[in-house]
Structures are given as structure tokens and as C-alpha cells.
């Protein structure tokens, strides 16, 4: 059976999914929820607090309860900015989100050793089933979960590399690459559509009920040489994806 404050956390996660609190707006007081749920304060206290560490809500001292409203996050990859970032030894991530204004930090969930997955042996031109490097991590944007991530390597590739361990690279992956001797040159990006989330995304992304997630998975190249899948979950109401292509035109080509 279900507790009092899950009850009432569930009402009030429904009442900010369908927008009946919209972000930045400020809930009933504890007084007015424990009425208007027939609860007792100390019930209240406890669906506040179980909002608050799911990242719905944040308290302000002195004035209440208030929807937390998500950073929208914009992730642009041109080849500009990826050169940058690289020149100036930044991940990419964490330098567009600094550019953005925000902080960002990444948990490491798991490195290991797996059988490839079916999309990703394709993409690495690998074997269905042939093992690979797995890196799985979490990215946070001003301590909001936004994005969890599967990066997989052929291990000809990460073999005895900091790809292969549980730690922070403060470079970035393709800077180790490149220490591999590895240069990404292109990306092929895979839009594969927005779905609800399974109920492991929805504890990592802390969603409420009803939001959301998207899925990208991008490939990256040396030269013809695939090196490195990247499997992204996507908080849908948070994250969006831009792309730029700058385009050159052969001398004497026709326009359109």
C-alpha cells in the first residue's frame, strides 16, 4: 500500500505535468495543500521533499514552494564550434553549457566490457554480439539531470586507454582518441524520434509522469572508418538538437 505523501506527491507531480502549476509559478501553502488533500502538514512536508530531490520544485526561504522551471538547453554542432572546443582542450558538452551560462557536470554510471548491441555493431562494422567498450554516463545541467549516454569503442581501439576507465577526462574523449592516434573528421547524426521513457530513464532524468524523451545516436568517423557510436536519451521538454552545415559550391555549379 502506498504511503499518505506518495499520494499526495503523485496529485501535485500530475497538477505540474498538465500544467495546472506552470514553472515559476508558486504552490499552495503547506496549511492550504494539507486542506485541499486532507493530509497532515508533516504529510506535505514529505511530497515537497520527494518533489524538491526530483528536481520539480524549490523551496525560497521565507516564501514557499515554487515549479522549478527546467534551463532549455540547446546543443549546436558545427564544425566551428567543435574545432574550438577541441583547440581549447574543453569537452563539448560542458563548454556549450558554460557558454550558455549554466554549470554541467557528468556522473560516470558504468565502464565495461559488452556484447554489442545490434545498432551499434552495425554502425562500428562490427559483429552483432562482439564485444565493446561501453562508457554510460549522465549529464547535468545546474544539477538537473538532462541526458543519459552510451558511448561505445571496438576495444582494438580503447585497449589500455582512459576510455577503458571509471574517470573524467578533462579533455574530452576525442582528445584522447586523438592520443590514440585517432582524428574524428565527421559525424552522421540518427534522429530516431521521441518516446515516453522506460521506468530506468525516468528515475535517472527524475521526469515527472507523462514527459517525454528523445533519442539520437551519432556516429563518428576517421576518415571512412567509424570509431565511435553515441547513444543519447534526451530530456524531450529540456534538450534541443541544432545543426549547421556550412555548404561549398563547386566553381560553375548550378543553384536551385
Known sequence: MRQPWELVADALRRAIADQTYKPGDQLPSESQLAAQHHASRPTIRRALQDLRLKGLIETRQGKGAFVRTP????ITLTAENYNRHQREGR??????MHEQGYTSHQDILEVATVPAPSEVAQRLGLEEGQDVVMRRLRFLVNDIPVQ???VY???GIAAGSKLEQAEFIPDGVHAELRRLGVKVTRFVEDFMGARLPNPEEERALQLPSGVPVTRNIRTAYAGDRPVEVMDTISHGEVVSHRFEITLEFLKGAGTA
Open 153 to 155: 569503442y571496438d576495444p
Open 91 to 96: 569537452p563539448g558538452f560542458s563548454a556549450q
Open 71 to 74: 534551463p532549455p538547453i540547446a
Open 148 to 150: 543519459l549516454v552510451r
